[in-house]
């Protein structure tokens, strides 16, 4: 037993960056918040870190204060459009060429 979530021991598992993206794009955000310490200790681990970044930005979206309208900052909203779209083309490429 690792102390981990099961769904984040999958993390543990992937052996590039690519299967971490998809891994990363796939999860419900709130495991982000719920394994952070392991997610963060496992991209660590490999270097990954724009995976470390989709997920400190992950973090700020969900515990930012929202608008009058329930959205949460524009660029914080932004950021992690743009990370996510990165993960995706890494995904689709299958890793760094």
């Known amino acids: 037993m690792t102390g981990m979530l ?17 891994w990363l794009l796939s999860v419900p955000t709130f495991i982000f918040y719920r394994d952070q310490d392991n997610i963060y200790r496992l991209l ?3 270097r990954f870190m724009r995976g ?9 979206g969900m515990l930012s204060t929202r608008d009058i309208d329930g959205r949460i900052p ?3 909203a932004q ?19």
Do not use: H, M
């Open 74 to 76: 524009a660029e914080i």
């Open 52 to 60: 470390i970044e989709l997920v400190s930005l992950e973090l700020s």
């Open 79 to 97: 950021a992690i459009d743009a990370s996510r779209g990165f993960l995706k083309s890494l995904v689709k490429k299958g890793g760094l060429a």
């Open 6 to 22: 099961p769904v984040t021991e999958q993390l543990q598992e992937c052996s590039n960056d690519a299967e971490r993206a998809k």
């Open 44 to 46: 660590r681990s490999v």
